[in-house]
Nanobody, 116 residues
């Protein structure tokens, strides 16, 4: 079955950096686009970044443009989110997402807390 396993979350100070990883299994990773979402308590889940199957096209929420970078390594079945210049507003649970045959699959979520 489809599995998305995330890692890399934690506590960081403002202006610090983190790299999140999501390793996929159970489907042909290389032919699907991948996404990162985040959700803060009391707020709706929002799309942070997306990447096409080959990696040639990416998109970002306006709030993270210039600070976050999504990338993928199809040989490792892994998608990454490099987060730089972190702000307190980035505090949320971050989720890896794949849309397969129009069905959404989600990782377990990893907590990112930005605090001094």
């Amino acid at each position: 079955q489809v599995q998305l396993v995330e890692s890399g979350g934690g506590l960081v100070q403002p202006v610090g950096s983190l790299r999140l990883s999501c390793t996929a299994s159970g489907f042909t990773f290389s032919i699907y686009g991948m996404n990162w979402y985040r959700q803060a308590p009391g707020k709706e889940r929002e799309l942070v970044a997306g990447i096409s199957s080959v990696g040639g096209m990416t998109n970002y929420a306006d709030s993270v443009k210039g600070r976050f970078t999504i990338s993928r390594d199809n040989a490792k079945n892994t998608v990454y989110l490099q987060m730089n210049s972190l702000k307190s507003e980035d505090t949320a649970v971050y989720y890896c997402n794949a849309k397969i045959f129009n069905i959404d699959y989600w990782g377990q979520g990893t907590q990112v807390t930005v605090s001094s």
